[in-house]
T-cell receptor, first 114, second 113 residues
Framework: NAGVTQTPKFRVLKTGQSMTLLCAQDMNHEYMYWYRQDPGMGLRLIHY???????AKGEVPDGYNVSRLKKQNFLLGLESAAPSQTSVYFCASSYLAGGTDTQYFGPGTRLTVL | AQSVAQPEDQVNVAEGNPLTVKCTYSVSGNPYLFWYVQYPNRGLQFLLK??????LVKGSYGFEAEFNKSQTSFHLKKPSALVSDSALYFC???????????FGAGTTVTVRA
């Protein structure tokens, strides 16, 4: 099993450009999450999905959109990138939404917006 | 609302010495507590979790954590640190009535040979 994978690993964008980050999991997990990691701030939840075809806003959703067309994939889109979106983005998945379940993380995507 | 505090940005210890990484939390209901470790340029790896039961939880790589309800703490410990334990450690909490996981800011551990 590959677990949680993310594409691409690195990306540099100019302000105003758009891009899509892909997250894939092969663990048949129902729930998937997108976080951003910034120095001194830990991980903050951007959007999440409780199942195929569903998405919901997290703590810092502005400037991002997501889609979950297939159970194994969760896409994060930036329509018009801004320098404030320079960050490391992590995808995670879990079998259950809450309670005792553990989230499993991908290796991350380092995004720089110039 | 739920939150996590990791009061130390950095912890430095000598190899072979005990390692402690501090974490305190705040939740409305019962807490579910997690520790993750992040090595350079890698994703987060799960170390251990407390759900219920014994207050001392044992996890991967010789780490353990002690849940203290009265002090609302969940400190991570290792009796004898290794240089390879040098990494960024995150504490996280989930309220039993919520599904979202809240992370602390992280503590950088450096173990010197």
């Amino acid at each position: 099993n590959a677990g949680v994978t993310q594409t691409p690993k690195f990306r540099v964008l100019k302000t105003g450009q758009s891009m899509t980050l892909l997250c894939a999991q092969d663990m048949n997990h129902e729930y998937m999450y997108w976080y951003r990691q910034d120095p001194g701030m830990g991980l903050r939840l951007i959007h999440y999905s409780v199942g195929e075809g569903t998405t919901a806003k997290g703590e810092v959703p502005d400037g991002y959109n997501v889609s979950r067309l297939k159970k194994q994939n969760f896409l994060l889109g930036l329509e018009s990138a801004a320098p404030s979106q320079t960050s490391v983005y992590f995808c995670a998945s879990s079998y259950l939404a809450g309670g005792t379940d553990t989230q499993y993380f991908g290796p991350g995507t380092r995004l720089t917006v110039l | 609302a739920q939150s996590v505090a990791q009061p130390e940005d950095q912890v430095n210890v000598a190899e072979g010495n005990p390692l402690t990484v501090k974490c305190t939390y705040s939740v409305s209901g019962n807490p579910y507590l997690f520790w993750y470790v992040q090595y350079p340029n890698r994703g987060l790896q799960f170390l251990l979790k407390y759900i219920t039961g014994d207050n001392l939880v044992k996890g991967s790589y010789g780490f353990e954590a002690e849940f203290n309800k009265s002090q609302t703490s969940f400190h991570l410990k290792k009796p004898s640190a290794l240089v390879s334990d040098s990494a960024l450690y995150f504490c996280a909490v989930r309220d039993s009535e919520d599904y979202k996981l809240s992370f602390g800011a992280g503590t950088t551990v450096t173990v010197r040979a």
